[in-house]
T-cell receptor
Framework: DAKTTQPPSMDCAEGRAANLPCNHS???????VYWYRQIHSQGPQYIIH???NNETNEMASLIITEDRKSSTLILPHATLRDTAVYYC????????????FGQGTELSVKP | SAVISQKPSRDICQRGTSLTIQCQVD?????MFWYRQQPGQSLTLIAT?????????ESGFVIDKFPISRPNLTFSTLTVSNMSPEDSSIYLC????????????FGPGTRLTVL
């Protein structure tokens, strides 16, 4: 079973920041938080991952709470092309740990 | 990044027949997985494809229904056997690239419709 909880859907205005929350209260010490997204009719795409520190890359920022029980994915300037289902997943790093998907959040970016 | 391709991209099949889906990766892969995505649903892991040995299946999936081969580090096949309309789904191949354990790549999927 998936170990994360996400809201089923969210809306965001184009050009604004999209903040997608995720709860993972049972995360283990050796599990990382991963975010993927799936644009309609495509395979999932990796976005970002982190253990306990905040992370940023060219696509997004990941904010993980100090107790690691929740996190937020931030898309700083959402565009219409960011409309997708976003999946938050906990995974054991460096063992090729398999990704177990939950239901994700369907983000709609509106003009 | 790695490129994962799947063949066929889509197919329409008759009940009771079987379909083999091919997955090719342009880099060596340490781990390889097969997922199913039923209409309107999230991805469900079917199995881990092990090179040179039997695949490791998740609960609810069996080898007789979904035989998997992985003859080398860059190629795998998934067969959907004795199909029924309930097998209509998108089937996705996924891999963890050697030296890139932090990221799991996905193929574009094979859209299967069973009549």
């Amino acid at each position: 079973d998936a170990k994360t909880t996400q809201p089923p859907s969210m809306d965001c205005a184009e050009g604004r920041a999209a903040n997608l929350p995720c709860n993972h209260s049972t995360i283990s010490g050796n599990e990382y938080v991963y975010w993927y997204r799936q644009i309609h009719s495509q395979g999932p795409q990796y976005i970002i991952h982190g253990l306990k520190n905040n992370e940023t890359n060219e696509m997004a920022s990941l904010i993980i709470t100090e107790d690691r029980k929740s996190s937020t994915l931030i898309l700083p300037h959402a565009t219409l092309r960011d409309t997708a289902v976003y999946y938050c997943i906990v995974r054991i790093y460096n063992q090729g740990g398999k990704l177990i998907f939950g239901q994700g959040t369907e983000l709609s970016v509106k003009p | 990044s790695a490129v994962i391709s799947q063949k066929p991209s889509r197919d329409i099949c008759q009940r009771g027949t079987s379909l083999t889906i091919q997955c090719q990766v342009d880099s060596q892969v340490t781990m390889m997985f097969w997922y199913r995505q039923q209409p309107g649903q999230s991805l469900t892991l079917i199995a881990t494809a092990n090179q040179g040995s039997e695949a490791t299946y998740e609960s609810g999936f069996v080898i007789d229904k979904f035989p998997i081969s992985r003859p080398n580090l860059t190629f795998s096949t998934l067969t959907v056997s004795n199909m029924s309309p309930e097998d209509s789904s998108i089937y996705l191949c996924s891999g963890v690239i050697s030296g890139r354990a932090d990221e799991q790549f996905f193929g574009p999927g094979t859209r299967l419709t069973v009549l």
